[in-house]
């Protein structure tokens, strides 16, 4: 099978294997969700901050607030790699804990930061704190379902990102409307109380999560049983490059032309994917000065959440559509041509409406298309070599959501409006369609590349 394929779930299926997916479906993925959704709220804080009051308090340029925001994902960097393979050693249990707790702590510090110094000392070290979260969340969950149900998984996982946004940009509009309290700054309080609660789940997620199906008693012994057969006769099934993966051979990941190919095209999406989340709050307080209209702070907070809730619905009948009928190369170039392209026209709209309208078809493609996507690595990555995998390749994401956080920023300062910066945005998104399409060709021609099934292909 190549690597951007992947048989669908058919009709007829055990009754223990549906019930087991069910368990799972309903006692594992929403607690892990929710914990990204806090994960990804406490990251993406600062965009709302920076247009209420943080900006004008510290003094912030736009590339000052975009080096800020990026500087995160350098001290992601970091860290990220040694920080899944230290939970794939101690398991996912203690680890998740470890990093939701350790991030809520420093993210409870920005309630009082003074000066841009300050702020960029934090955003690091709170990067450095969530360090391997995500692909250690992406690795856990795909330890527990076979590949064919990885899509369905990953899918009900991934919408907590673009929810947080649905939910978390009025939950901030609404925190920060209650400034003075605590003799606090609106912003401060939204800061103060977005963090309390990633301390609080990662207390419970000690006790709460399971490292692997055959320590879950919540699940029946031919469950158990089934889900660990499955799982293994998968694991020993795979291999990588020159069948080292098998092995879990941590060089094998590093030294995979798959991974490395894959890590690009997860840069094109990460680098939109922050541009949007970062700037988006930003451009629509823009929209006030640029179409001559005033917006209050809730105003602006459910601006911001528009593009997502489509995107959350896009994202949960595309990853269904994968499941049953087979993931495909289309399932995640097709997302990206069409955000490649999305993106730009919004530089064309001739109001606030159409230009939101426009960013929410490239939110719907990015949030199509992430999902599919992160079920790709774990098909020809094992032990190891998948938890270092999943961590490069998301490393690589991180370095795009430095990249287009600063760039963002610097291009707006250097040009005056955010139309360059977009085009750039639309450039790499066409890049990885067009790495996919030629990693799908590449893998598929390969003498060495276990065949698909002929109604997988692109």
Not at 161 to 171: C, S
Not at 396 to 415: E, R
Request: hydrophobic fraction near 55%; glycine fraction near 8%.
């Amino acid at each position: 099978m190549s690597a951007s394929t992947a048989p669908p779930v058919t009709a007829t299926r055990p009754a223990v294997e549906v019930s087991a997916i069910r368990k799972i479906s309903i006692r594992l993925v929403p607690f892990v969700a929710l914990m990204f959704f806090v994960n990804y709220l406490d990251r993406t804080a600062v965009s709302f901050a920076e247009p209420n009051g943080m900006g004008q308090d510290l003094a912030l340029t736009a590339a000052q607030f975009g080096f800020a925001s990026g500087i995160f994902f350098l001290g992601y960097i970091v860290l990220e790699v040694p920080s899944n393979m230290a939970l794939h050693r101690f398991g996912a249990r203690r680890w998740l804990a470890r990093i939701m707790v350790s991030w809520g702590i420093v993210s409870l510090f920005f309630t009082w930061v003074d000066n841009s110094g300050q702020l960029y000392t934090l955003r690091f070290l709170l990067g450095v704190a969530e360090a391997g979260f995500f692909p250690g969340a992406i690795l856990f969950l795909s330890q527990w379902v076979p590949s064919r149900h990885r899509t369905k998984i990953l899918g009900l996982f991934y919408l907590a990102q673009p929810l947080t946004t649905v939910f978390g940009a009025p939950l901030a509009g609404w925190l920060i409307g209650h400034h003075g309290l605590f003799g606090l700054e609106g912003w401060r309080v939204m800061f103060l109380f977005v963090s309390i609660p990633a301390i609080l789940l990662g207390v419970i997620a000690w006790f709460y999560l399971i490292d692997r199906p055959a320590d879950a008693k919540w699940l029946t012994t031919d469950e158990r049983d089934w889900l660990t057969k499955e799982l293994a006769a998968e694991n020993a099934g795979k291999t990588g490059h020159e069948g080292q993966h098998a092995k879990g051979d941590l060089k094998a990941a590093f030294t995979n032309g798959r991974v490395w190919i894959l890590a690009v095209v997860y840069f094109g999406f990460v680098y939109g994917l922050y541009a949007l989340a970062f700037f988006l709050p930003t451009i629509i307080n823009g929209f006030q000065e640029q179409y001559g209209t005033t917006f209050s702070v809730m105003d602006k907070a459910w601006i911001t959440a528009i593009p997502y809730l489509p995107a959350a619905v896009v994202l949960f009948f595309w990853t269904r559509h994968a499941t049953r009928h087979g993931t495909r190369t289309w399932h995640v170039a097709g997302p990206a041509v069409v955000g490649g392209v999305s993106i730009p026209l919004a530089l064309y709209m001739g109001s606030p409406a159409a230009t939101v309208a426009v960013i929410t078809v490239t939110a719907c493609a990015i949030f199509a298309a992430l999902p599919v996507f992160w079920a790709v690595p774990s098909r020809f990555l094992t032990g190891a070599a998948a938890a270092a995998g999943i961590a490069l390749i998301n490393t690589t994401g991180n370095v795009a959501g430095f990249a287009s956080s600063y760039i963002t920023g610097w291009l707006k300062d250097w040009t005056g409006s955010y139309y360059l910066a977009l085009y750039l945005v639309g450039i790499f998104m066409l890049l990885s369609a067009a790495l996919m399409i030629w990693l799908a060709a590449r893998t598929s021609s390969s003498p060495s590349a276990p065949s698909a099934p002929a109604e997988n292909q692109r």
